[in-house]
């Protein structure tokens, strides 16, 4: 119970709301969460456990994103609380890892709201947009960074950061510009209103031979500052089939989770990293 009081906390604050009773009211209050403020601060401070009833109620508040680490976070202690044991937990975790989903109650008032949440964040870049972000290094580095600082850039500023010419990058900046991802200011610093969004590529996105060279390129900047900085593998004997059936559902989950730790202003030790899997196949016996 503790567990979850703490985890509904950190996602209540993370949302914007400062104090329990300031998400209560804001929310709806009694009429909207279907109990008393007391029930719900009871719930909070990890006193009682969350009914279903208003633990759909909380997902909904939140407008949690079924895809985002925080409705794992919230769904996970939600059940721990009310299976109380862990290993029963792990064995229910087991059992929906694998095989037939639940069906979904598309009607319920999480459903809907997830369902808008997602919706609303989303946002596929048009093909002119795509073909600036994928077709030079300049433009891809233009696009992360705006894309991940809440702040404006101008050329000078990304230049020194990548490495790249101030022309190109200016080039680049002014293209993006018309295309209407970007907006400039009377400084000539640009900035990007859809850093919130999640943001898609538009139709098959890195030809083979682009992703290759991005690749390259990733690699001699990891080298230029300091190399992989976690390198942990395992080797075994596997079906190939199963191998490959089976590791999305245990790699997706950790790479969308990174997602809490992403920060759109510069700290004291921020920095660029790439998060990659990589399965080799090196014998066939």
Known sequence: MKNFGKT???LREEAGYTTPRA???????????????RQYSNVETGRSK????????????LRLNPDEKRSQELVTAFLQATLGSQSLFNFVQRTFSKGTRPA??????????????????AHTLTKEQTDLITGSLEGHWVFAILTNDNGLWDAQ???????????????????????????????????CDLRDKDLYLAGDSFSP?????????????????????????TNLRASE??????????????????GIYSKSAKGSDTAFFQVATVVHKLLTF
């Open 157 to 191: 500023e990304i230049a020194a950061v990548t490495g790249f010419s101030i022309p190109k990058i200016r080039s680049v900046l002014k293209k993006f510009e018309k295309t209407g991802l970007l907006r400039s200011d009377a400084k000539g610093k640009y900035g």
């Open 241 to 258: 089939a199963e191998l490959l059936s089976y590791l999305p559902e245990l790699v997706e989950p950790a790479h969308k989770g990174l």
């Open 104 to 121: 979904i109650d598309a009607d319920s008032p999480l459903n809907r709201a997830l369902s808008q949440t997602a919706k609303a964040r």
């Open 8 to 10: 509904l906390r950190r």
């Open 209 to 233: 031979i682009k992703m290759e060279e991005l690749q390259k390129h990733f690699k001699k900047l990891s080298t230029k500052h300091g190399g992989d900085r976690i390198v942990k593998f």
């Open 23 to 37: 998400f209560y009211r804001e929310r709806g209050g009694r009429a909207f969460f279907r109990c008393t403020y």
């Open 50 to 61: 969350p009914s279903p009833a208003l633990f759909e109620k909380i997902g909904a508040g």
